[in-house]
Structure formats: structure tokens, C-alpha cells
């Protein structure tokens, strides 16, 4: 596929950011060409798929840094011509919804396994690194109690999770196989603007701002720890520039609430009541509990979550209300 460019310089210091048009992978890139970053060339390829955006990309769309190609992860040829020209990658591509991963994994497995395989395999053939690969706490399972350290062991229970776990798995083989400079980033639940309203939390916006009941899995008693985009993105930033070749660093946000404890909050800043709450049958195998301890990040690289949980989701739902002609169009409704 023809790369295609909505800016882009040849010179300098240039990081390949995959699924950069994605929620977490954009928020990175607009952080990465802000004004108080060093300055480098970013290239963001993206399959565009239906969680893709280039509006995302807008606020640094006229950035003469950037270049955007639209392909897929696993095209070999023209991931291993983009990586030849890269001297670090950013790995966020990903297909990451875990009821679409129940209905069908085949997609979970091609782009989370295969994928990272062929960027890996590229990297190697190129000599890049860092190669920073960026997955998550689901990894770990649900867990009865304590946090998971980047020692505990894996226990994925949807295929989404697993798909991360083995390319988790695959990308740290290629550090200990090779000695190539992977670096592995797990995190909690992320959240705020541009989310797809398949995700909790905008999913309930879009509900509540048009004046539908918000469907809450089972007893709603899923607990989950919260992480603002912002505060993600230090934490990658502070690894991909600091972080140890071979070492997996986990990012949390230290605020674990249930799920029916969020929806309480979403709906007073909605203005709504508890009879908007619809309990529907929960997930099949939903982890009952995520948690993950930070203090490695924390203690080697100064990594602390500065967002306020609070102040931080009344300017969601606020960015939600204000913008609804982003998220619009993406609802799917039953049929």
C-alpha cells in the first residue's frame, strides 16, 4: 500500500507509532509533537479500522513532524520499509474490545500476535529500538486480592487478553532470543476524550446524554483501576526515553472504583438517578478484579499519576456532551 502522507520530513530522529490514529496511540502522538516535547519525526500507521480516527490526529495534523500511512501491521512489505526508516517504534496497534474478542478472536490473533511478530521481525532485520510494545493489565487475570507486579504471573481469560499475553511474550522472546531493546508497558483502564463509545465509560455518556438507560454487566461489583490518557502517556514517554531493554513496566492510575461505583459518579454528573441503571446478564468469564502495582515504574523513573480522578471525569463527560458529532456517528445499536 502507498504510504500517504498528511505531512512528513525525511531528516531527523524518526518513531513509528502504530494504531496512532487509535484512543491511547493518538493521545501519545499529540503529546510527542507538543510544544514542550524534543522535537522528532513521527510516523503513525493505521489500518483505520472502525476504532480508527484521523480526527484524532487533528490538533497536529499540520505538524511538519508528521506522516500518517494507513495500512495494516501485518502487510510485511510495508511494515519492513516503514521500520527501515525508523530508528524506534511505538507499538500500539491493536484490536482491544473484549466482547468483540468473545464473538470472534480470529482478528485478536492475526493483529495482536501476528502483527507484533511482523514489526518484530522488521525491527530486527533494521536494527531498531527501543521497541516499545504497549499492552495491558488484562493480562494478569482477574485477581482475588493484592496487585499484580510485572513478576506475577499470566492468566488471561478472554481472547483479547490472550492475544496480548502471547505477544507480550513473543516481543520479550525477542529481547532474550536477539537482544533486541523491547521494552513492555502494561496498564490499567484508560479513559477520557476521543474513546470509542463501545468503551464503559463512554459508552454510558453517549446513553445517558441521549436519554437511554446506561446496560450495566450483572451486579456491577467488577472492580477496576483507573488511569487517564495523560498519565498513560507520561508513563510510556518515561519508558520509551529511560526505561531498561528486557524489563516490563506496569502503569496504573490508583483509583480503583466498581463499576456500579463509576456509574454513580457518571450519572450525578449527568444530572441522573439510579433508575437509569439497567442490569443486564453479565459478560461470559468477566474478571471479577484488575489491580496493578506501579512502584517499579515509580521507584526507576519517577513515574507518579498527577491527574485527579474527579476534576479529570467531569472534563470527559464535559468533552462528551460538547462533542457529540464525534461520537455520534460511531454508536451501534441493537438491531
Known amino acids: 500500500m502507498t504510504p500517504t502522507p498528511i505531512t512528513g520530513p525525511r531528516r531527523g530522529p524518526r518513531i513509528l507509532v502504530t494504531g496512532g490514529a487509535g484512543f491511547i496511540g493518538s493521545a501519545y502522538v499529540r503529546a ?3 510544544p514542550q516535547s524534543p522535537a522528532a519525526a513521527v510516523t503513525v500507521l493505521d489500518a483505520l479500522t472502525y476504532a480508527g480516527s484521523l480526527a484524532r490526529l487533528d490538533a497536529v495534523r499540520d505538524d511538519p513532524r508528521l506522516t500518517f500511512v494507513r495500512g495494516s501491521v ?22 482491544s474490545h473484549v466482547d468483540r474478542s468473545i464473538a470472534d478472536g480470529t482478528a485478536f490473533i492475526r493483529t495482536n500476535v501476528l502483527g ?10 533494521h536494527g531498531a529500538g527501543p521497541f516499545l510494545h504497549v499492552s495491558t493489565d488484562e493480562v494478569y487475570g482477574s485477581l482475588p486480592h493484592g496487585a499484580a507486579t510485572e513478576d506475577s504471573p499470566l492468566a488471561p481469560n478472554s481472547p483479547y487478553a490472550a492475544s496480548k499475553a502471547a505477544a507480550d511474550l513473543v516481543a520479550l522472546a525477542h529481547h532474550r532470543t536477539h537482544g533486541l531493546d523491547v521494552r513492555v508497558t502494561r496498564c490499567s483502564n484508560n479513559f477520557g476524550p476521543h474513546q470509542h463509545p463501545e468503551k464503559l465509560i463512554p459508552r454510558f455518556l453517549a446513553a445517558l446524554l441521549e ?7 450483572g451486579d456491577g461489583l467488577h472492580l477496576r483501576d483507573w488511569l487517564h490518557t495523560a498519565d498513560h502517556v507520561r508513563g510510556l514517554e518515561l519508558v520509551r526515553a529511560a526505561g ?22 457518571l450519572l450525578a454528573l449527568c444530572g441522573a438517578g439510579a433508575d437509569r441503571i439497567t442490569h443486564v446478564t453479565d459478560r461470559k468469564g468477566h474478571d471479577r478484579r484488575y489491580a496493578v502495582d506501579h512502584t517499579k515504574i515509580s521507584a526507576e523513573l ?16 464535559g468533552w462528551y456532551r460538547e462533542n457529540r458529532s464525534w461520537w455520534q456517528p460511531l454508536l451501534t445499536r441493537p438491531r
Open 32 to 34: 510527542l509533537l507538543g
Open 74 to 95: 501485518c502487510d510485511a512489505e510495508l511494515v519492513d520499509a516503514l521500520v527501515a526508516d525508523h530508528g524506534q517504534i511505538v507499538h500500539f496497534a491493536a484490536e
Open 116 to 125: 507484533t511478530q511482523t514489526l518484530l521481525d522488521a525491527a530486527l532485520r
Open 211 to 217: 436519554g437511554e438507560n446506561v446496560p450495566l454487566y
Open 244 to 265: 531498561r531493554p528486557g524489563e516490563i513496566y506496569n502503569i496504573g492510575g490508583g483509583t480503583s472504583l466498581t463499576n456500579l461505583e463509576l456509574t454513580h459518579r
Open 302 to 317: 519517577g513515574y507518579r499519576p498527577r491527574v485527579d480522578f474527579d476534576e479529570a471525569l467531569a472534563r470527559t463527560v
